[in-house]
């Protein structure tokens, strides 16, 4: 496990370098070969009678980062939240189309939203951790699912922090309020928290866009680690970032998926305008 | 920038005479508003302290807090304000554990579990409730409850502290509920999709996430509600009848601390007897009573703040 002091894994570069060289990039592996975890198929998505997402159909394979990226306004969130059927608690919107997890279609009728959201957790944009303890928020989880013995989730507690690379800095003040980390930790701590759960697949809703540069690099360091274990699907604002961390890339604009492959293509050679325009910097 | 704006040439250090004329006088009004309702505390406060005292001239403050019986207009008087404290307890108390309940439950459905067309409906009625005056429900407890309380439990005096109670509870119900429901709601809507991305159900999030969360506004609705209790006169004043004893027995007749006072400041005291000036003793007591609660309620919501901030 990582602490502050041991290098990284890998080179991190600085968030505020232009467009990451081709060299900089894995190599698009066979990664669409690999099993199909989550397949979106013809998805349209309604607030009231507004439209926010048009046919939109992606694959997301297996222990894979895929990478949602685009505009603000155009879609890319409203998708993730279609993922784990968060879109269900706000009133008035819709899904058409079909989204299957494995081979389970989660918007069939009898779903149980509530095991779904228990193999698709979720990593927020603005942390939130709960008023408890670090503890308790990451206890919170499995406590949920039913969870009782002590021993069982001390040891939940210690894996996901210790994955989250969270322990070494909290290992001995477990008890203290969550809300009194720092904002990198408190992330990390939310990451902890969806991990706990021992989810497939790892929703993250812009992950790092409030965290500075050192916080923004430890998180990208540790989806690289944690995409071994899980199908991750993250969606940002930094092309940087999802350059960096991502296999698969899904451009996203005014509700519709542009164009989606593998990172390396996507960056270098995107075959639509509108993707070439947006990572060159044109617009958005 | 070519365009000459009406003051462009205008002198910088001093105001036009107008102007300042203009902008002193409105602080002067506006600070006379504000003056105002502090000169009529402090006004208030200082009445209620100058009878006390002289009150507390005849009467040792230590017998006034102490003892057990109050027979102010006996020969020779008793003067210990007990009986009235323990009556005013017996109802405050027997309404909050009406109302705290069935508030915070109504106050749990409305935020997390109504239909935004249900909280339409429900909320308008809970106002209308706030809004009925408290003389309708001192009445509504004579012809109303007191019957039902007595047919069930037939020793129950006419007059009663739980007749009082009930009402009282009615009417404290609309703060607690509009109180806790806003402080449920102002949890942070992150915080429930946190727990709701875990696999909680509703249960969970309500239970486990967003009462503790709001738990330090919640209790403070709850002294507030209580306050409220405490000061409320005219139900109390009809319903729970007019015979101070130290009971904690619902069922009995008793009078509060707000009910002595309807009843002596309508009676034939004259001004400067010592009759006279127990309803200024039992008023400077029953205001540090309210006061210390809305002191408390103040304290716990600054400390959530503190928490969210």
């Not at chain 2, 406060?45 to 003892?67: C, D, P, Y």
């Not at chain 2, 002294?223 to 009809?238: H, K, N, Q």
Request: charged residues 20%; aromatic residues 8%; glycine residues 6%.
């Amino acid at each position: 496990m990582m602490t502050e002091a041991s290098p990284p894994a890998r080179p991190t570069r600085p968030v505020t370098q232009r467009l990451t060289t081709v060299a900089d990039m894995r190599p698009a592996d066979d990664f669409l070969e690999r099993p199909q975890k989550v397949v979106a198929t013809n998805v349209n998505f309604f607030y009231g009678s507004h439209q926010a997402l048009h046919d939109i159909s992606l694959r997301m394979p297996q222990n894979c980062v895929t990478a949602l990226i685009g505009p603000s306004g155009c879609g890319k969130s409203t998708f993730l939240r279609c993922l784990n059927r968060m879109n269900d608690m706000i009133e008035g919107t819709r899904v058409e189309g079909e989204i299957l997890l494995e081979d389970i279609d989660i918007y069939r009728p009898k779903t149980d939203v509530v095991e779904l959201r228990k193999r698709v957790g979720m990593v927020f944009q603005k942390s939130n951790p709960f008023p408890k303890s670090i503890y308790e928020n990451v206890a919170y989880g499995p406590r949920v699912a039913g969870v009782k013995q002590r021993d069982v989730l001390d040891g939940i507690v210690e894996q996901s922090l210790r994955r989250s690379a969270l322990w070494e800095e909290v290992s001995d003040r477990l008890n203290e309020s969550a809300l009194r980390l720092s904002g990198g930790q408190q992330q990390r701590l939310c990451i902890a928290r969806a991990l706990a759960t021992d989810p497939d697949v790892l929703l993250m809703d812009e992950p790092a866009s409030a965290l500075d540069p050192k916080s923004t690099a430890r998180i990208e360091d540790l989806i690289f680690e944690l995409k071994d274990t899980y199908t991750i699907v993250i969606v940002t604002h930094n092309m940087q970032q999802a350059a960096r961390v991502s296999d698969q890339t899904a451009f996203f604009y005014e509700g519709h998926l542009v164009e989606a492959g593998a990172t390396t293509d996507l960056f270098t050679k995107p075959r639509q305008k509108q993707t070439e325009e947006y990572i060159t910097g044109r617009f958005g | 920038m070519s365009a000459v704006l009406p003051h462009a040439s205008a002198d910088l250090t001093a105001p036009k005479g107008q102007r300042r004329w203009i902008e002193g006088t409105m602080h002067t009004i506006l600070w006379l508003c504000a003056a105002a309702s502090v000169f009529t505390t402090v006004g208030i406060v200082l009445i209620l302290l100058v009878e006390s005292l002289q009150f507390f001239g005849h009467v040792s403050i230590v017998e006034f807090l102490t003892g057990t019986t109050w027979t102010p207009h006996s020969n020779p008087p008793q003067f210990g304000i007990l009986p009235l404290f323990c009556g005013t307890i017996l109802v405050a108390g027997g309404s909050a554990v009406i109302a705290i309940p069935l508030g915070l439950g109504a106050a749990i459905y409305l935020s997390e579990y109504a239909s935004p067309r249900m909280r339409d409906v429900l909320k308008p009625i809970l106002e209308i409730l706030a809004g009925i005056p408290s003389v309708v429900f001192g009445y509504l407890a004579i012809v109303f409850v007191s019957p039902i309380v007595r047919s069930i439990f037939p020793s129950a005096d006419i007059f009663n502290a739980l007749n009082a109670s009930i009402v009282v509870a009615i009417m404290i119900l609309p703060m607690i509920v509009s109180l806790s429901e806003d402080t449920l709601r102002s949890v942070p809507r992150s915080l429930r999709e946190g727990a709701y991305a875990l696999g909680a159900t509703k249960l969970d999030v309500t239970v486990g996430v967003i009462l503790p969360a709001a738990l330090s506004g919640i209790m403070a609705s709850f002294i507030l509600a209580i306050a409220r209790a405490v000061g409320e006169t005219m139900a109390v004043a009809l319903a729970a009848g007019k015979r101070p004893q130290m009971t904690l027995n619902p069922l009995d007749s008793i009078q509060t601390m707000t009910a002595y006072i309807v009843e002596t400041s309508k009676g034939d005291n004259p001004q400067g007897t010592l009759g006279y000036q127990t309803i200024f003793a039992v008023g400077l007591t029953l205001f540090l009573c309210t006061l210390a609660l809305n002191v408390l309620a103040q304290w716990i919501l600054k400390r959530m703040r503190e928490q969210y901030e």
